[in-house]
Structure formats: C-alpha cells, structure tokens
Nanobody
Framework: QVQLVESGGGLVQAGGSLRLSCAAS????????MGWFRQAPEKEREFVAA????????YGLESVKGRFTISRDIAKNTVYLQMNSLKPEDTAVYYC????????????????WGQGTQVTVSS
C-alpha cells in the first residue's frame, strides 16, 4: 500500500521559514515526478511546486518563486519543500503529490496524495 506522510507544518510568523518533508513508502518514486499542492479554506487545491524524477529540474507557482525550494532525496524516497519569507497568504493545508506528468500543475493529474499538513502564517 502506497503511503505519503508529510511532516514539518506548523504556526510561524510572517517572514519566517518552515521545511516540509514527505516520506513515501509502499513503492519507490525514483522514476516519477513529485510535488506539493496546497488548499486554503473554501479554495480549490492549488499547485505549488514539482520536481523531476532525477531531481535536476523543477517548476513552480510564480508567487512562490524565490521563496520556496523543492528538492528530493531519491535514496530516501522523500521530497522536501523549504519555505522562506512566508506570508499570511501562504496559509493552507499542504499536500504531497506523487506520480504526475512532468510539467503538469493539475491536481487531477496526481496519482498519489498525502494526508496533508497545516501551515499557518500569522501577520
């Protein structure tokens, strides 16, 4: 059974940082794109960033470029999201996503999801 388990969420003040982790089990994703989405209350799930199977290329939401960095450790079957200069509008539940077409930002294209971790940024 495939599981994606996120950790690292929490409450932080504006301008602060958090690092999210997503550990996968049940199968390896070393040939798959992995990424992060987020969902704020009463809003649709939104793409944040994704990384290629090799870890060499990434793409992301324009509003997080320069603040968020996605990375992965293939050996550990884990993907990370380093979030710096956090803003109140970054407040959301953050979901790990695995096995989506590289270049896609559609949540409908994601095959596997984590349970989500809450990120709250206070002003």
């Amino acid at each position: 059974q495939v599981q994606l388990v996120e950790s690292g969420g929490g409450l932080v003040q504006a301008g602060g940082s958090l690092r999210l982790s997503c550990a996968a089990s049940g199968r390896t994703f070393n040939r798959d794109t992995m990424g992060w989405f987020r969902q704020a209350p009463e809003k649709e799930r939104e793409f944040v960033a994704a990384i290629s199977w090799s870890g060499l290329t990434t793409y992301g939401l324009e509003s997080v470029k320069g603040r968020f960095t996605i990375s992965r450790d293939i050996a550990k079957n884990t993907v990370y999201l380093q979030m710096n200069s956090l803003k109140p509008e970054d407040t959301a539940v953050y979901y790990c996503a695995a096995d989506l077409p590289y270049g896609s930002s559609r949540y409908q294209d994601v095959k596997y999801w984590g349970q989500g971790t809450q990120v709250t940024v206070s002003s």
